[in-house]
C-alpha cells in the first residue's frame, strides 16, 4: 500500500477547480487499497467540499500545521501565544491587511474584509481565482480585533512595504513566502511558523499509519512542496511548476487543466 499525498492549488486543482478525471483518478486509486490525502498551504477552513469531493483519507494542511486521518485530528500547530501576539502587532504597525487564518476559520478586521469584497470575483465571474476566492469568503469570519487568536498562518493582502522586509522584524521564528492568491501587490504573502513545512505534516500522518517515508508519494508544484518532494518515497513534478520541484521529481506530468495526475498514477502503477 502506498500513501499519496497531493497539493490542491495547481496540481490537483486547476484555480479551486477540480477536473472530473482528478476525482476518478482519486477513486480508482482509493478503490485499490491505497490511501490519499490533500496536502495544501489552505487552512482546513478553506478546504472545501468541492475539493473533498473525491473522497480522501484526510487532509494535511496549513503547509504543514495541521493533520487529520479519518475524520480525526493528530496535528495542530499554532503560533505560541508571545509570538502570536507580537505578529499581528508588527503586522497591523505596517498597515497590513490580513486573513488571520485557522483550521476552523479565516479571521479578519473590517477593512480586510472590505478590501477582500473588493478584489474577489463578482457573483457572475468565471475564469481564474474565482473557486478559490468562493472558498476564502465561505471561511471569513469577520472580527473586531486579531488578539488572542490560535493560528498557523497568515495571508496578508497588503502592507506598506514588502513583506520579505517585515518578517525579520518579527524575528526568526517565522517566514515568508509568496501568496498562491495571485496579483494582491506589495507587501501580499504567507507568513507561517518557520520549522514548519509540508514534511512536518505528512511525518505527523505517516506516524499515525505506522509508515514510512518510502511509503509515500508526493504530488506538487510550488515552492512550499520542496519538502514535501524531498521525502517522499516518489515525488511526482508538475510541468511549469517551481524548478525545485522539477529537478526534485522523479516524474513530471502535465498540470490539472490536462488532467496529469491521471498520467502519473498510470505511470506508478496505482489505478
Not at 99 to 107: H, N
Amino acid at each position: 500500500m502506498s500513501v499519496i499525498f497531493l497539493d490542491v492549488d495547481g496540481t490537483y486543482a486547476s484555480h479551486g477547480e477540480v477536473p472530473p478525471a482528478h476525482e476518478e483518478a482519486v477513486a480508482r486509486v482509493r478503490a485499490n487499497g491505497h490511501q490519499v490525502f490533500l496536502c495544501t498551504g489552505r487552512s482546513r477552513s478553506t478546504v472545501s467540499d468541492r475539493l473533498l469531493a473525491a473522497g480522501f483519507d484526510g487532509v494535511v494542511g496549513g503547509a504543514g500545521a495541521y493533520a487529520e486521518v479519518g475524520g480525526e485530528v493528530i496535528h495542530d500547530v499554532s503560533f505560541p501565544r508571545e509570538l502570536a501576539d507580537r505578529t499581528i502587532d508588527v503586522l497591523l504597525e505596517h498597515h497590513a491587511q490580513m486573513l488571520v487564518e485557522a483550521p476552523e476559520a479565516i479571521y479578519v478586521l473590517p477593512q480586510a474584509a472590505e478590501l477582500m469584497d473588493r478584489r474577489a470575483p463578482g457573483a457572475d465571474a468565471s475564469g481564474a481565482q474565482v473557486a478559490i476566492w468562493e472558498d476564502l469568503l465561505a471561511a471569513r469570519r469577520v472580527v473586531d480585533s486579531l488578539q488572542g487568536l490560535d493560528f498557523a498562518k497568515i495571508v496578508t493582502l497588503s502592507a506598506g512595504r514588502d513583506l520579505g522586509e517585515i518578517v525579520p522584524l518579527i524575528g526568526d521564528e517565522v517566514a515568508a513566502v509568496e501568496t498562491s492568491i495571485k496579483d494582491l501587490g506589495r507587501g501580499a504573502g504567507e507568513v507561517y511558523l518557520s520549522h514548519i513545512t509540508k514534511a512536518v505534516g505528512i511525518q505527523a500522518v505517516l506516524d499515525h499509519l505506522g509508515l514510512t517515508a518510502a511509503d509515500a508519494v508526493g504530488a506538487g508544484d510550488g515552492p512550499n512542496d520542496l519538502e514535501m518532494l524531498a521525502m517522499v518515497g516518489t515525488a511526482i513534478g508538475i510541468e511549469g511548476g517551481h524548478p525545485g520541484v522539477i529537478a526534485e521529481a522523479d516524474i513530471v506530468v502535465p498540470g490539472p487543466e490536462r488532467a496529469g495526475l491521471v498520467q502519473a498514477f498510470a505511470r506508478l502503477g496505482l489505478s
